[in-house]
């Protein structure tokens, strides 16, 4: 919802290794997001499945990875 935002934060954070919590889907995060970030968790958080036993999660259909980036040369 605040993509340009966003990006202009991370371009400034580059060489932090970045996590970004979305109650979005990973499809929903554009490219030029991923290829800034090194984490990302998503997935909407869900009370009824809200968990304590999964790190950086909430609910247990939150997926917490890490990004891979292809180096390229």
Same mark, same amino acid.
């Given at each position: 919802?605040?993509? %340009?935002?966003?990006?202009? &934060?991370?371009?400034?954070? +580059?060489?932090?290794?970045?996590?970004?919590? /979305?109650?979005?889907? #990973?499809?929903?995060?554009?490219?030029?997001?991923? %290829?800034?970030?090194?984490? &990302?968790?998503?997935?909407? +958080?869900?009370?009824?499945?809200?968990?304590? /036993?999964?790190?950086? #999660?909430?609910?247990?259909?939150?997926?917490?990875?890490?990004?891979?980036?292809?180096?390229?040369?």
């Amino acid at each position: 919802m605040q993509i %340009d935002a966003v990006y202009e &934060l991370l371009t400034l954070l +580059y060489d932090f290794d970045i996590c970004l919590y /979305t109650g979005h889907d #990973i499809s929903e995060v554009p490219q030029k997001i991923l %290829d800034k970030i090194h984490y &990302l968790k998503y997935g909407p +958080y869900m009370e009824k499945l809200k968990t304590t /036993t999964m790190p950086f #999660i909430g609910s247990s259909n939150q997926v917490f990875t890490e990004i891979n980036h292809a180096i390229t040369e």
